[in-house]
């Protein structure tokens, strides 16, 4: 008995310290309420959100699963995924919707290699790779999004690690941390990007969630155990 009491205390205490981290689940696990997109192409299956295109049943363009429930400003976002196929996907942020399930702002890229994945990517904007994985970067302030001033400050800590901590074909763990005009990505808990955004005419600091399917080769991504907590001042 005092075995299984110990047990019981120790399952409400991890219980009340996962309640107290302030995380909300964004995906039911069970179906796509709360997101939006081209159920061709987007379904649960086995508890997992899954785009997936085929030689026969191809995507347009660039096409996401967007969540409406909300345009996280400062956020903490972690969530698992799994990627197969040669092509790649990523998860879209801070971002605005120029035509239905399309984005613009910036994306997690999810892309196998270790200075893409999980690389801050500015999708529809012409500065386009704003920070490969590895690097700590300062954008400054620039007229032309065709010419970003970007500055290369350092490395991440643990960098090297970049080059073998990805599983492919298997789970992976992505984490977003935006805090005002700073960003931090992060992979299987390695830091991935660290950057800074001073360029305020083409910063991203609020707006959409999305998950992207990638035009071109046929792909495969899923994603579980989606959450957010929102990081107030």
């Given amino acids: ?17 996962a309640a107290d981290e302030g995380f909300k689940t964004l995906f039911n696990g069970k ?4 997101w939006d997109g081209d159920t061709a192409l987007w379904a ?26 909300g345009k996280p400003k400062d956020f903490q976002l972690r969530c698992k995924f799994k990627l197969e196929g040669s092509n790649n996907s990523g998860v879209q942020y801070r971002s605005v919707e120029p035509t239905k399930w399309v984005m613009s702002g910036y994306q997690c890229d999810l892309q196998y290699g270790a200075e893409n994945m999980c690389k801050l990517y500015h999708e529809k904007n012409p500065r386009g790779r704003v920070c490969m994985a590895g690097e700590v970067v300062t954008m400054d302030a620039s007229d032309d999004p ?13 960098a090297d690690k970049l080059k073998t901590i990805t ?27 660290d950057f800074t955004d001073n360029d305020e005419k083409n910063r991203c600091m609020e707006g959409i969630l999305a998950l992207q399917i990638h035009a071109g080769a046929p792909m495969k991504i899923s994603f579980k155990d989606i959450e957010i907590k929102e990081l107030k001042d």
Avoid: Q, Y
């Fill in 1 to 17: 008995m005092k075995h299984i009491a110990a047990c019981l205390t120790v399952l409400l205490a991890v219980s009340a310290f």
């Fill in 31 to 34: 179906d796509l309420t709360g």
């Fill in 44 to 69: 649960v299956v086995d508890g997992a959100i899954v785009g997936e295109t085929t030689a026969e049943k191809k995507a347009k363009g660039n096409t996401f699963l967007v969540w409406r429930d």
């Fill in 146 to 158: 065709k010419k970003p001033k970007k500055n290369i400050t350092g490395a991440t800590p643990d």
């Fill in 167 to 193: 599983k492919k074909d298997d789970w992976n763990e992505c984490e977003i941390i935006a805090k005002g005009n700073h960003v931090i990505h992060k992979v299987n808990g390695v830091v991935a990007i």
